[in-house]
């Protein structure tokens, strides 16, 4: 099975690297940047799991992109997904799959529209990964999952062939044959935890310490009730496990948003928490702590975008 990984950052990355590991035939299509990175350092990752140093990973750029692939692992930002489904878009024949793995919901909408719903598969991970500075990939925590499974007709020969190329690759990959609801649960989660480690510029145990971790499960709570509203409701256990991750004493744990916003990056405050804010069907309250979350990010994305024109030179005159 010929896998393209779209991104090596820090998911793409992670994933790649264990089933290029594992002997699976990966390619990692990648942008200029990156690709000279990957050149210089090898794809690297620091795991309590297990390191992985793999010196010139396969890659390939969009403009050299020709022949169809079997599987499109889809790892990029979702401020990045249209750019990133123009560039491999030439990698998607009449047999391809494509597994997305960002959070959110929204990305499928956009896969549907552009390959037709057939080729786009349900997906998710859950780990907590980061690149640093030259490009290496840190793994935080011992959980490394992934789910996928299609959302329509179940039982398909090509899933069943993906099952095989993803299952015992070095984490733990998981078939589901109740992928949306799947996708939901994490949807739910990651917009709290986002949500409430970026509003208090914080993680869990901190948030703890402070005696706020009610702030922590209200808005677990109303992040569970909007998945509700729209069919998607987690079950007890999922709304359980989401409370005590993120109101556990002691522990470390932020979203991956956090990191973003520590380091200045853009965040995907609206396919995270804007999109699940606007599927309230019960009438918008203007105290949810949903919305004050998420207008945190938006101030937080205005502010980087006019300190950039600020820090921009003036165009010059010809
Ligand atoms: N990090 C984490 O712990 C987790 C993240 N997620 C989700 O996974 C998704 C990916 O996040 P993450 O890996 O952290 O993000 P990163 O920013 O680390 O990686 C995204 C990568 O996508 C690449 N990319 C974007 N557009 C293109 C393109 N057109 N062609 C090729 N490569 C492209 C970027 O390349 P370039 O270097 O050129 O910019 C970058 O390397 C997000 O939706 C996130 O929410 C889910 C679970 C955990
Ligand atoms: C919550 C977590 C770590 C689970 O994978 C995540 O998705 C993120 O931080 O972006």
């Known amino acids: 099975?010929?896998?393209?990984?779209?991104?090596?950052?820090?998911?793409?990355?992670?994933?790649?690297?264990?089933?290029?590991?594992?002997?699976?035939?990966?390619?990692?299509?990648?942008?200029?940047?990156?690709?000279?990175?990957?050149?210089?350092?090898?794809?690297?990752?620091?795991?309590?799991?297990?390191?992985?140093?793999?010196?010139?990973?396969?890659?390939?750029?969009?403009?050299?992109?020709?022949?169809?692939?079997?599987?499109?692992?889809?790892?990029?930002?979702?401020y990045d997904l249209d750019g990133a489904i123009d560039s491999f878009a030439p990698a998607v024949g009449p047999d391809t799959a494509i597994l997305p793995l960002l959070n959110g919901m929204?990305?499928?909408?956009?896969?549907?529209?552009?390959?037709?719903?057939?080729?786009?598969?349900?997906?998710?991970?859950?780990?907590?990964?980061?690149?640093?500075?030259?490009?290496?990939?840190l793994h935080f925590g011992n959980f490394h999952n992934l789910a996928f499974g299609e959302r329509g007709c179940v039982g398909s020969k090509q899933?069943?062939?993906?099952?095989?190329?993803?299952?015992?690759?070095?984490?733990?990959?998981?078939?589901?044959?109740?992928?949306?609801?799947?996708?939901?649960?994490?949807?739910?989660?990651?917009?709290?935890?986002?949500?409430?480690?970026?509003?208090?510029?914080?993680?869990?145990?901190?948030?703890?310490?402070a005696g706020a971790s009610d702030l922590a499960t209200s808005l677990v709570d109303e992040c569970a009730s909007i998945a509700a509203e729209n069919g998607y409701g987690p079950s007890e256990a999922a709304l359980a496990r989401s409370k005590t991750m993120l109101t556990a004493p002691g522990s470390e744990f932020v979203a991956s948003m956090l990191r973003d916003v520590e380091r200045g990056a853009p965040t995907e405050g609206d396919h995270i928490l804007g999109d699940l804010l606007s599927r309230k069907v019960a009438g918008q309250d203007p105290k949810s702590l949903l919305r004050i979350a998420y207008a945190h990010l938006k101030a937080y994305e205005a502010r980087r975008a006019r300190e950039a024109a600020a820090a921009k030179p003036p165009p010059t005159r010809s």
């Not at 990648?30 to 210089?40: D, N, W």
Request: proline content about 3%; aromatic content about 6%.
């Open 106 to 137: 929204r990305h499928l909408d956009a896969l549907d529209a552009r390959f037709g719903a057939a080729h786009v598969l349900g997906g998710l991970c859950a780990i907590s990964t980061a690149l640093d500075p030259e490009g290496r990939i």
């Open 159 to 209: 899933v069943a062939a993906i099952e095989t190329a993803l299952l015992n690759a070095g984490f733990d990959a998981r078939r589901s044959g109740k992928i949306l609801q799947d996708m939901w649960d994490k949807w739910a989660f990651i917009a709290s935890a986002a949500g409430i480690t970026c509003l208090m510029r914080a993680a869990a145990g901190d948030i703890a310490a």
């Open 1 to 78: 099975m010929r896998i393209l990984v779209v991104g090596a950052g820090a998911i793409g990355g992670y994933f790649g690297a264990r089933l290029l590991k594992a002997g699976r035939d990966v390619t990692f299509l990648v942008r200029s940047r990156r690709a000279a990175q990957l050149a210089k350092t090898g794809l690297v990752v620091k795991s309590p799991l297990g390191d992985i140093d793999i010196q010139n990973p396969p890659v390939i750029s969009a403009e050299a992109l020709r022949e169809p692939f079997d599987l499109i692992i889809l790892s990029c930002k979702a």
